[in-house]
């Protein structure tokens, strides 16, 4: 019964964070992206291609989360972005605390997206706000169309899905009409983008996408 409480305990304390980083970024019209997926499904390649189809035309910031190593911020930063890496040492996903410290590294005024990379894994990060108007749970095809189904949180929390690695499509057993099916029984109105950050495929409607989002911020004021 303890730990129960304990745990319910953390989780508010974290939600009360996560909604003071909410207003700090609407408060500095920065939209916030916590992406989420497992290891290797390409949270990384997706932020670098979108970072190049963007060209600078919106400024973008990236807070990397892992469980060890500065790997991902490396790649970041060779790209001239602004990134903070937070190395979680062994914890299964990032915190809004974590998030807000991070966050205070960037000169944050000249920021209009942050995208949070989220430690590599579809459990642990779905029971976590960190602050983000979205976050975007990220599946390659490499990993089956039956993920949707199996890990359902990541997937009902999430307003956007991205099928990446279409490229290794006619080399694998993975239906997008199944993957598709699956995701939209457990969130019937995720957004669904299918790309290869190989090829390039996909992208510019997914940079579309963030641009609108950009531009509707700015009219709101
Ligand atoms: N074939 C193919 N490989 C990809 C694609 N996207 C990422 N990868 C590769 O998948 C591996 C993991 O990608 P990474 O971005 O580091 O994944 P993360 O762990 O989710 O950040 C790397 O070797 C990438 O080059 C893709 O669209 N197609
Ligand atoms: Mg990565």
Excluded at 17 to 44: C, D, H, M, W, Y
Aim: with cysteine.
């Amino acid at each position: 019964m303890s730990l129960i409480t304990v745990e319910r305990k953390i989780l508010e304390k974290n939600d009360e964070i996560a909604a003071l980083n909410r207003q700090l970024f609407r408060e500095r019209k920065i939209i916030a992206f916590n992406l989420v997926s497992s290891p290797g499904s390409g949270k990384t390649s997706l932020i670098e291609n979108t970072i190049q189809c963007l060209n600078h035309k919106i400024k973008v910031g990236v807070i990397e989360g892992d469980v060890q190593t500065n790997l991902d911020a490396e790649r970041i930063d060779a790209l001239n972005v602004p990134v903070v890496q937070i190395v979680t040492n062994g914890s299964c996903h990032l915190d809004a605390m974590l998030v807000r410290d991070a966050f205070s590294k960037f000169d944050s005024h000249v920021l209009d997206i942050l995208f949070i990379e989220n430690v590599g894994n579809l459990v642990c990060p779905a029971a976590y706000d960190l602050g983000e108007r979205m976050k975007v749970v990220i599946v390659s095809t490499t990993e089956g169309d039956d993920k949707p189904l199996k890990y359902p949180a990541m997937f009902r929390n999430s307003e956007a899905l991205i099928i990446n690695k279409m490229d290794l499509l006619s080399y694998l057993n993975c239906s997008i009409a199944e993957l598709r099916k699956n995701a939209l029984l457990i969130n019937p109105s995720l957004k669904i983008f299918e790309v290869s950050c190989t090829s390039g495929e996909g992208i510019g409607k997914w940079c579309k996408f963030l641009i609108e989002m950009s531009n509707h911020d700015e009219k709101q004021g």
